[in-house]
Nanobody
């Protein structure tokens, strides 16, 4: 059974940093590109970043470019998101998943990130 356990969220002041982790299981992690999404209540889930299987290619939504870094440890089946210079508009529940995302994709519990003074 595919499972994702996100962690590392919390309350941080604007300008602060957080590092999110995602422990993946139930599939061959190294064979899949991975992604971070985020969701604010009342809005659709938004793609934040993607990373290729080997970690060499990454992509980011424009609003986080230069501030967030996605990475992966294939030996540990773990995905990371380093978030720096956080802004209040980054407040959301953050989710990880494997690509591609389809109608049938299931999601974990996510981890709450709140950026507030």
């Amino acid at each position: 059974q595919v499972q994702f356990v996100e962690s590392g969220g919390g309350l941080v002041q604007p300008g602060g940093s957080l590092r999110l982790s995602c422990a993946a299981s139930g599939f061959t992690f190294v064979s899949y590109a991975m992604t971070w999404y985020r969701q604010v209540p009342g809005k659709e889930r938004e793609l934040v970043a993607t990373i290729a299987t080997g970690g060499g290619r990454t992509n980011y939504v424009d609003s986080v470019k230069g501030r967030f870094t996605i990475s992966r440890d294939n030996a540990k089946s773990t995905l990371y998101l380093q978030m720096n210079s956080l802004k209040p508009e980054d407040t959301a529940v953050y989710y990880c998943n494997k690509l591609p995302i389809t109608f049938f994709t299931s999601w974990g519990q996510g981890t709450q990130v709140t950026v507030s003074s």
